[in-house]
């Protein structure tokens, strides 16, 4: 496709759903899957201006009202590498994110009980292979087919306990804070990006048979425990979703998290620690296998002046015979209200390091280091259901060689919140 093409496509269309946006309102930042976190879930208030197409004539408050609550996203992205990396690029990704949420209570007295079902359409290219790094600048890309996604019951035990089981990615509970969601680039979006390169869980939309148990102790502390299947097929995106089978060959990743949401000087904070154990067979950069892979994960982040958070997460894995990066640190600043006037907008600077394993550089034949990415945008919520958000990247040493010159990416993506 040439560039003219390219570039007419995505003009027409940011422009025709811009125009469909006239009655819009706040979109919920959605996480790719190999960045990935699944879209943050609505409250169960209703505001019609929240929505691009309304209330449908009042069936869609009468339809949640009984427990029957639709939803539908629309994300896409446009990334041009305009210096460095391997070669100049420029493409287009986009994202169907639909779905319903059930209140089991509701529809059948089945007392504090949920469901979800869901699927994702994915379309378009990256520009990943002509930067050279380790990280996708476009995260929305990654099994670019229609899945069926998520289809699990949750119930609410007691006060304190509830318990998730079905299909699901291991991120809807896991290794992930909000403030992630607004990259364009896998290197912070989504779960932390160390483990998918190691295959230990799978993040949006790749589902996999799991279960998560929860215990609140009050409002302040929360423990997760989650068991997840894993395996080598695990993001094998030609099934579309629809394969529910268990492989020999299979294991199962074991996650706990502990959070921890205090008052820091009076502001908002939250603080998780937490840990994977996976145990199946991993294949080894420079042959054969290792039964078990440990990673351990820590998170912090606060409300430093209103509307401004800060965060800094760590992640780290002694396993480098299978870990790819087996050091991750990754910081950033999400300002809401920067600019006067624009109360809901949301300006941020992200940066990650990504430190690549020794043996995984003797397998490619070359002495890497580490790679790093910043990352610089603003989010313009043009409506509560539509947003804007142009960035830039800074990706310093794809590919932790040494061989390919440090690139700028210029990225723009489009929301809608239907």
Known sequence: MNNTKKYTQVALSVFS????????????????????????EDDASFNAGD???GDWGGLRPDLIDK??????YYDSIFGANVSGGIARDEDFAGQVYAGVDLDLEKLFGWE??????????????TISGSVGGIYDPM????????????????????????????????????????????????????????????????SFPYAV????????????????????????????????????????????????????????????????VGAINSFRDFDNFNGGTTNFLFRAYAHAEVEVADGVKVFGMA???????????PLQIS????????????????????????????????SIGESVTSELVYELGHRFQVTPSCYLQPSVQYIQNPGGTGDIDDAVVLGAWFGLKF
Not at 349 to 359: H, I, K
Request: hydrophobic share 35%; glycine share 10%; aromatic share 12%.
């Open 17 to 40: 759903a811009g125009m469909l946006s006239a009655h819009a309102e706040d979109v919920t930042p959605i996480a790719p899957p190999l960045a990935t976190t699944a879209a943050t």
């Open 51 to 53: 929505y691009l197409t």
């Open 67 to 72: 427990g029957i609550t639709p939803f539908l």
């Open 112 to 125: 504090g009980t949920t469901m979800k079902i869901s699927t994702v359409n994915r379309h378009g290219n």
């Open 139 to 202: 995260t929305i890309y990654g099994g670019q087919v229609t899945y069926l996604y998520q289809l699990f019951l949750e119930t609410q035990i007691n006060d304190q306990w509830s318990l998730k089981l079905g299909r699901v990615s291991a991120d809807t509970d896991f290794a992930k804070s909000s403030l992630y969601g607004y990259s364009l680039s896998t290197a912070i979006n989504g779960p932390i990006r160390a483990t998918l390169l190691e295959n230990s869980i799978t």
């Open 209 to 272: 048979w799991g279960g998560r148990l929860k215990y609140n102790h009050n409002e302040e502390h929360q423990f997760q425990l989650g068991v997840y299947q894993t395996g080598p097929d695990q993001w094998d995106f030609t099934k579309n979703g629809l394969d529910f089978s268990i492989r020999d060959e299979d294991g199962v990743s074991v996650l706990m998290q502990y959070d921890w949401t205090p008052q820091i000087c009076g502001r908002d904070a939250r603080i998780f």
């Open 315 to 325: 992640s780290y894995s002694d396993e480098d015979k299978v870990a790819k990066t």
């Open 331 to 362: 910081a950033g600043v999400n300002y809401k209200g920067l600019i006067s006037g624009r109360e809901d907008d949301h300006t941020f600077f992200f940066a990650t390091y990504g430190q690549l394993s020794d043996e995984y550089g003797d």
